[in-house]
Structure formats: C-alpha cells, structure tokens
C-alpha cells in the first residue's frame, strides 16, 4: 500500500505526518485516497500519435508522456484484438473470456440473474465504492444494453411493415430501439458499482453523435448533423449518420434514472465527453471525495468525424477528406487528454491522482467501412508491428500506454521492455486502495506497484499476458492496392511446432477462437492460429472438409518486434515450458466460464457465423 510517506529517511503513516512541518515532507498527503481517472481509445493504432510516427499533431500526449511523474510503457497491451472483450479487461482485471465476452454483441458483462449469468462481475468503480469514492463512466459502453423499455418509451418505434428498423435501432419487445447493444440484454454502469454515466450502447461518430438518432421515424432536429468525408450519405444516402444515442443514468438521486439524451450532442464528443468528467470533477470537490472516471472515447472508431476547424488545419496540409478527419479525430483525443490533465491541475488534485491512457485495439483494416457508411482507407499505423485490429499480433494489441502517478513515479522513463496489459489497471487499484477481490476470484493482471517502487524489472512469470483472438488471424486484415485486394496476414500453413509433434491434436482456445497469445518475463511471446481454409474446407460436414489445425510460434519480441523469426524449435524446451503454463491458464479460464462461478458458457447471443455475416462484422467492432 502507498499510503506511508518518507519523511527525512524514515516511513510514516499519514497521522505522524501532518505532526510534521510541511517543509520536511517528501509527498503531502491533503488526500490519502487516490483519483482515478482512466481514458482509452477507440481503434487508435500504435504508431498513431507523434513519439510513434503519426500524422497528428499531439502535444497533449507528448506533454503526458514526458512528465516528471509518468511512464510510456512501450510494451502496453490490450486485453484483446477487438473491442468489448478489451472494454471487459478495463473493468474486471480479468481476460473477458472469463465472462465469456469472445467478440462484439455475443455476450454482456455478467450481471447476476441477467443474459444467463449465474453471478456477476465486479468492477472497477465496486470497488472504489466501498472506499467512498464518486464515480462515473462516460463515452462507449459496448458491453451491453443501456435500456429496453420497447415501444410507448421514448427508446423506440414501432416495427415498420418492412419488418426492418434503419441502422442503429435494434428490434427489441415490438419496436425497433435505440438503446440495445445489438441483441444483448441489460448491462450498463450502474449495475458495475458507477453512480453516474453518459454512455452510448456502442459505436458511435466522433462529432454531434447522436444526432441521426432524430430524424426517425419522424424529423425531430434543426441541428444539423456534422458527416466529415462521409457527406455524400454513405451507404444511406441521407444527411445524417447511423442513430447511435447517448444515454444519461444516475443512482445518487433518490430513484435511479437511465434516459436518453433530449438533444443533440456536441460537435466535438471528447470535449462533450470531459465536460462530464468537468462535472464530476466538481462534486468531488463540494461532497471532499476522492472520484474514479472511466472516459472511452468513441474516436477513432467508424464513422471517424473531426470538428470543420481541426479538418482545415489538415486539409492545409495537402491531406484527403478521409484523412483530415482521421488524424483530426486523433488531434481531438490529445487534447482531450490535455484538458483532463489541466483540469486536475487546477482543482490541485493533479499530484495525488492516476491519469492513464491506452486504445482498445490496433487500426481498422484497409480499406474499411460500418456503420452504414462506404469503404474508405484507414489512415491508421502500427509503427511497423504485425496485423492489424481483429489481429492477436502485435499491430493488433500493443496500443498507446502512458501512466501518469505522482505519489509513486518518481522520475519520467520510457520503458521499452516491461509488458503491461489493460486487466493490470483493477489489480493496481487494488493494491493501492488495499483491497482484497472481494470474491476471491482470478485476477489476470498484476499490480504495477511494485514496478513503480522498482522493486521489480522484469515481468514475473507467474502473471504472464495472456489475449485471446475470436477471428482467424488475418481474416478482415486485407489490403487494396490500385485497386486489387491481397491479404498477407493469415496462419501459415506449416510450422516448426506442428512439425515437431508439440501441438496437441485436441487443443482449443478458451478464448473459442482461432488466435492467442501468451507473453512471459519482458521478452518473448507465444503467438498461435488456426491455419486459414476457404469454402468447404472450413466445414467440418463437408466432404471436402480438411481439419488445417493449429501452429504456434515463438517470438522474442526485444530484438524482432515485428515477429519475423520463429525460434520455436531453436527454444523448444522454453517454449513447451511456457505452453504448458498457457494452458494451465487457460484451465482456469474454464473454470470461471463453468457454473462454479459465473456460469455464462451456457447462453450465447450469436453464433461466431451470426457475427461474422453481421453488418458489424467489418468496421463494428
């Protein structure tokens, strides 16, 4: 725990120390409870901001990154290679296969009783609470519904004789609705501890981004809505974008309400989304409690949309519509960050509270398109890592990672070897708050404490990361080149593991993909995938049907980041050993999956063949 304070070389408790003159203090402590304020991304690449070789301009993060009491991680990952699965790690600590999150709109964050789960997750914002702490959410939920009142609410309409509900409505009890995460049911911030949230379902523009939710069924909005490179309409041929609403819920008042937005959102959704952390900011100073803040930006997700001003700043500079958006989007989130950072500042809380910030996933596929918008180039870059989003190699999942903590980080370092991951921000909570899980469960990070006090370098082995990956490895990742499609990412279909008998005939992921990986101390890396089939071949019914089984690699990723050189059979005995823990790993996961805890592996929502042919198979996730 933190909480002690050196003073003229001794260790003191807090109570000893406010006996002591101000000017012998190493740290004051005003406030022993730590701030959190934790911040992420959405479809962001590694190389996307300036120290990695982005196009947009961000100061914010730079400043960030060079603070006297911050960290960039360089080795910063994602709890998975597409979106709610990660949104899961952030909440829980834990690898979101262990709630059976696999992939998008398939599975809610267990709630007791709810979507077949026998008992519930606990979050982030449980925890806190039982420290005194105010909290609130805001941005891209995606782990569930936000309501589901059905029609005669303000959520929905009725179901048109076509039988079809216009993008972003969902059928929900008779209607089409606003408020559901595809299919999912109820699941949104309250039930995870939070008093406060401003969230949208899931995916959603990065300007005025419910907007489209008022044009239908009848015209409802003299606002226009702001479409960037997507003017023409998209896919629609409308002027607006796909209906994504944002909803309001608070359980501090005497009756806990959830509604949607009566108006549309500001053009710039990061500062719509900090003005509500400005609010909570606010009342931890007039109720003198210390606050948790979880902000999930919807940039850079499709439909991407910067501000006209942030657009003209790029178009200046020779860049395509499509492009100026991108990187303004990016420009956005950096000063999004930068405004969180100077608003603790100025409410003089900055030097005891956490400030971090990361991405959900690597870059979109090129070309991409979703959300009822056309295929454009994704601007995105991996700073030359492997795959992309959907990829569980390292362009796919190491993502942005900076960690700003006065109370323990002393000096400013990049730290180009340690490997952090996004389930290490709740056990780092813990450690710091002094809380035990209160059900005794798994945790799949480990604390960054005592990383922070340099009690330790290099990673232990017994919390290696672990990250599992739904799609085949390579499976959207395709590139357009003048016009022709290739894709260079898929499972190869030989390997020096599969050559050499160490592939279990029978193995399969608790992840119920077709990727993993499994990263040990503060160099090498696991990657495994399921060798890659077309048409018949992929049906195991099909007599043309060949099992293409799976090969696993292993990697250092200190000299070959780019994850070139298999040394499996140059390390093989390294390598088994760290497989045979893998699977001891994944024995675990099975058992929290099981009805000895939360009991989710029995209720699915959508078949992997309903997302894969889903619209949001491309772009949604």
Not at 142 to 159: K, N, Q, W
Request: aromatic share 10%; glycine share 12%; net charge negative.
């Amino acid at each position: 725990m933190w909480l002690t304070t050196t003073v003229c070389g001794g260790t003191f408790p807090p109570a000893v120390v406010v006996m002591l003159t101000i000017t012998q203090l190493t740290i004051t402590v005003a406030n022993p409870l730590p701030n959190f304020v934790f911040m992420m991304a959405d479809d962001m690449g590694y190389g996307d901001w300036s120290r990695t070789g982005g196009l947009a301009d961000t100061p914010e993060l730079e400043k960030m990154s060079n603070a006297p009491g911050a960290v960039w991680f360089q080795r910063g990952y994602a709890g998975n290679p597409i979106c709610s699965p990660t949104r899961a790690s952030v909440m829980t600590g834990r690898t979101p296969a262990r709630t059976c999150i696999y992939a998008v709109e398939q599975h809610i964050l267990c709630v007791s009783g709810v979507g077949g789960c026998a008992q519930g997750e606990y979050g982030l914002a449980n925890a806190t609470r039982e420290k005194g702490y105010i909290s609130g959410f805001y941005g891209k939920w995606h782990l569930g519904s936000l309501s589901d009142r059905g029609v005669g609410s303000p959520d929905c309409y009725p179901i048109p004789a076509n039988g079809r509900c216009i993008m972003g409505y969902w059928k929900k009890n008779g209607g089409c609705c606003y408020g559901i995460d595809a299919q999912l049911d109820l699941s949104h911030p309250l039930n995870f501890g939070f008093d406060e949230f401003v969230a949208t379902p899931e995916c959603a523009a990065s300007a005025t981004t419910n907007c489209g939710c008022f044009f239908y069924p009848t015209p409802h909005n003299n606002t226009p809505c702001e479409l960037g490179h997507y003017h023409n309409g998209g896919t629609t041929g409308v002027p607006y974008l796909e209906c994504m609403q944002y909803y309001v819920g608070n359980q501090s008042t005497p009756t806990t309400t959830i509604e949607p937005l009566t108006f549309v959102s500001g053009l710039n959704d990061e500062d719509y989304l900090i003005d509500h952390f400005e609010g909570l900011l606010r009342q931890s100073e007039q109720l003198k409690k210390p606050f948790l803040a979880v902000i999930f930006f919807h940039g850079v997700h499709i439909p991407y949309v910067a501000t006209p001003a942030t657009r003209a700043k790029y178009a200046a500079r020779g860049m395509d519509e499509n492009e100026q958006d991108y990187w303004g989007t990016i420009e956005q989130i950096d000063g999004a960050v930068g405004r969180v950072r100077r608003l603790l500042a100025a409410a003089g809380v900055a030097d005891h509270t956490w400030v971090s910030i990361t991405a959900d996933n690597g870059p979109e596929v090129n070309p991409a398109g979703g959300q009822g918008t056309g295929n454009f180039a994704n601007p995105g870059r991996t700073d030359g890592l492997r795959g992309r989003k959907r990829d569980a190699t390292e362009g796919g999942t190491r993502e942005i990672s900076i960690v700003e903590f006065p109370p323990l980080i002393k000096r400013n370092r990049v730290e180009a070897q340690y490997p952090t991951i996004t389930m290490d921000y709740m056990a780092t909570l813990l450690d710091l708050l002094d809380l035990p899980h209160p059900m005794g469960r798994a945790l799949d990070g480990a604390s960054l404490v005592p990383f922070f006090n340099g009690d330790v370098t290099e990673r232990p082995v017994e919390a290696g990361i672990g990250i599992h990956g739904s799609f085949p490895y390579g499976d959207t990742n395709h590139v357009v080149v003048n016009g022709t499609s290739t894709n260079p990412y898929r499972c190869p279909v030989t390997s020096a593991s599969a050559r050499l008998g160490d592939v279990p005939s029978n193995f399969t992921s608790a992840g119920h993909g077709s990727q993993f990986s499994w990263a040990e101390g503060n160099h090498l890396k696991l990657f495994g995938c399921k060798g890659y089939c077309t048409g018949k071949n992929c049906n195991s019914t099909s007599p043309g049907f060949k099992n293409p089984g799976w090969h696993f690699f292993l990697y250092n990723l200190t000299s070959d980041r780019a994850e070139t050189t298999d040394l499996w059979e140059q390390q093989r005995t390294t390598a088994q050993a760290m497989f045979s823990r893998f699977q001891e790993w994944q024995a675990s996961i099975v058992h929290s999956q099981g009805p000895e805890e939360l009991g989710c592996n029995a209720h699915w929502t959508f078949s992997r063949d309903d997302v894969r042919n889903h619209d949001y198979y491309y772009g949604g996730n």
